[in-house]
């Protein structure tokens, strides 16, 4: 099974990478010079106004512009992520109300739960995002400038944009572990009466657990970040290069849309499995653990409940991180321009 989880990714990121092949070489083709046929005299020079170079942005800046993204991705799209969790909690042949589509999901939730319980969970996401999102493009940039270094390259090409984002995203795994683990113990519908809120639910943790049960799911959440980074900054440089340039603001709008939701979409295309165990593990108090590592993890889920079980709550994942993978970079986008015009 490891085996096949390997293939399935390496099978994955090179299938993107053939796709946009043909943008690269088209792309990175000479431009013909023209012959010059005759000589103009010479006409008096005026000294050319100096060019007006591009400061890059400090780290401030990038934080709380990926701060601001990530916020409001969060705010339209998390009751999607309630929603997945509460299907990938949903073990086959278990007692209790099952959720048969992402509708009835969310009728159940409202009618039985009330409607705030599409938001319970909310802070912890929140607290984490302005790291998060500052650490998932800072990280990036920070691995580009690296890579370019260590393959001698000027310019990124989609598999140095592919190994960027994954090394960022195991970075940003190590951050967020804490925050993800209480998230999804305030989800889960059996710990309604455990946990009081966020604090009371990171108390109880601590008390009964072990601080270091705050870092449970370590490793599947390095594994769940690395791919899905790894294709989501992978695929929006192709993508950006293969769309139509931007004559204006609103097409500029539109192409980061674009290019960040197909990113998003093949993001969770690969990590939704390994977000499925992470959910497992990390919703696992018990003394004797079911779930412990990840690939393992990955193996009993399919053994247990088939193939299609490490593929639970794909349809709001994907419904929340495709577009939401839009709207996070256009945020981000016009905050750094916004930025760039006015603070620089």
């Known amino acids: 099974m490891k085996k096949k989880i390997y293939i399935y990714i390496s099978r994955s990121l090179i299938a993107f990478s053939s796709f946009f092949k043909t943008y690269k070489t088209m792309a990175s083709l000479p431009t013909p010079i023209t012959p010059v046929t005759s000589v103009t005299p010479a006409t008096p020079t005026t000294t050319a106004a100096p060019v007006k170079t591009e400061k890059p942005l400090p780290f401030l800046f990038h934080f709380t512009a990926g701060g601001i993204a990530g916020t409001s991705e969060i705010l339209v799209m998390y009751p999607l992520d309630v929603v997945k969790t509460r299907f990938q909690l949903q073990v086959s042949g278990a007692g209790g109300e099952a959720y048969t589509s992402i509708m009835d999901c969310f009728k159940k939730i409202i009618k039985n739960e009330g409607f705030s319980r599409l938001y319970r969970g909310i802070l912890p996401p929140i607290l984490v995002e302005a790291p998060k999102r500052a650490i998932k493009f800072s990280a990036n940039e920070q691995y580009s400038t690296l890579f370019k270094k260590i393959y001698g390259k000027d310019k990124m090409n989609q598999s140095l944009s592919i190994q960027a984002g994954i090394s ?67 695929v929006i440089f192709s993508i950006r290069r293969s769309l139509p340039k931007a004559e204006n603001k609103q097409q500029q709008l539109r192409n980061n849309f674009i290019a960040g939701a197909i990113g998003g979409t093949v993001g969770t295309i690969l990590n939704t499995p390994f977000d499925v165990v992470k959910t497992r593990i990390q919703n696992d108090s018990g003394t004797v653990k079911k779930y412990n590592w990840t690939l393992p993890a990955v193996k009993i889920v399919a053994q247990e409940e088939g193939f299609g079980a490490l593929y639970k709550g794909f349809v709001p994942k994907v419904l929340r991180l495709g577009p939401g993978g839009g709207i996070l970079l256009v945020v981000f986008d016009q905050v750094t321009t916004w930025m760039k015009k006015y603070l620089l």
Do not use: M, S
């Not at 683990?181 to 943790?205: P, S």
């Not at 270091?212 to 900054?233: I, K, Q, S």
């Open 168 to 234: 960022a995203g195991c970075t940003e795994a190590v951050v967020i572990v804490p925050f993800e683990l209480v998230k999804i113990r305030l989800q889960d519908k059996g710990n309604a009466g455990k946990y009081n809120g966020t604090f009371d639910a990171i108390t109880k943790i601590i008390k009964h657990e072990g601080p270091l049960a705050l870092y449970n799911g370590l490793e599947a959440t390095v594994w769940r970040h690395a791919t899905w980074n790894g294709g989501y900054f992978g």
